[in-house]
T-cell receptor, first 115, second 113 residues
Framework: KAGVTQTPRYLIKTRGQQVTLSCSPISGHRSVSWYQQTPGQGLQFLFEYFSETQRNKGNFPGRFSGRQFSNSRSEMNVSTLELGDSALYLC??????????????FGEGSRLTVL | EDKVVQSPLSLVVHEGDTVTLNCSYEVTNFRSLLWYKQEKKAPTFLFMLTSSGIEKKSGRLSSILDKKELFSILNITATQTGDSAVYLCAVEFRTDSWGKLQFGAGTQVVVTP
């Protein structure tokens, strides 16, 4: 069974640009969550999608957005990039359809560098 | 404010040693505590703990939760170089928790030959 797949794995952008990251969950998983990981803040929750609906959102500015498609694939977008957005962006999928995060299966992440 | 605090932040041990990692938490609406291992990129799931005092084991790894004192420990016995990784503790909430885990900063474990 294929794991969580994230693309691209690495990317470099400049301040002010925007970026779109993609995540394909494990087959059969309908919940997709996104996390930002930085050395200073650790892993922080961005948002979660289930059945194309955002059910939960972390404390990030509106420049961070996401969506989920009918096949459960998800994308996140960051607009007007800032230097502080440089991070590893991790996607996780879950079998748990109801309340709670449960066990999350993480992808290898997309490493974003903002210059 | 909800907090998840791990200690130590890092440690170096020799192969064969036993390691004990700590995770304390102060959160409202606690549901469960999870441990993950992060070697290079993707954190991989180790344990989920929901009940106090019940030890979970997987090979040389074991973990236990104390809901009265609000902490968990992760033990690794007979360490091997392959155990070198960052170990992350995370808390799941009872409400508003879809997809959301609050992570600690992690403990970097280095096992030397």
């Amino acid at each position: 069974k294929a794991g969580v797949t994230q693309t691209p794995r690495y990317l470099i952008k400049t301040r002010g640009q925007q970026v779109t990251l993609s995540c394909s969950p494990i087959s059969g998983h309908r919940s997709v969550s996104w996390y930002q990981q930085t050395p200073g803040q650790g892993l922080q929750f961005l948002f979660e999608y289930f059945s194309e609906t955002q059910r939960n959102k972390g404390n990030f500015p509106g420049r961070f957005s996401g969506r989920q498609f009918s096949n459960s694939r998800s994308e996140m977008n960051v607009s007007t990039l800032e230097l502080g957005d440089s991070a590893l962006y991790l996607c996780a999928s879950s079998l748990e359809p109801g309340q709670g995060a449960g066990e999350l299966f993480f992808g290898e992440g997309s490493r974003l560098t903002v210059l | 404010e909800d907090k998840v605090v791990q200690s130590p932040l890092s440690l170096v041990v020799h192969e064969g040693d036993t390691v004990t990692l700590n995770c304390s938490y102060e959160v409202t609406n606690f549901r469960s505590l999870l441990w993950y291992k992060q070697e290079k990129k993707a954190p991989t799931f180790l344990f989920m703990l929901t009940s106090s005092g019940i030890e979970k084991k997987s090979g040389r790894l074991s973990s236990i939760l104390d809901k009265k004192e609000l902490f968990s420990i992760l033990n690794i016995t007979a360490t091997q170089t392959g155990d070198s990784a960052v170990y992350l503790c995370a808390v799941e909430f009872r409400t508003d928790s879809w997809g959301k885990l609050q992570f600690g900063a992690g403990t970097q474990v280095v096992v030397t030959p």
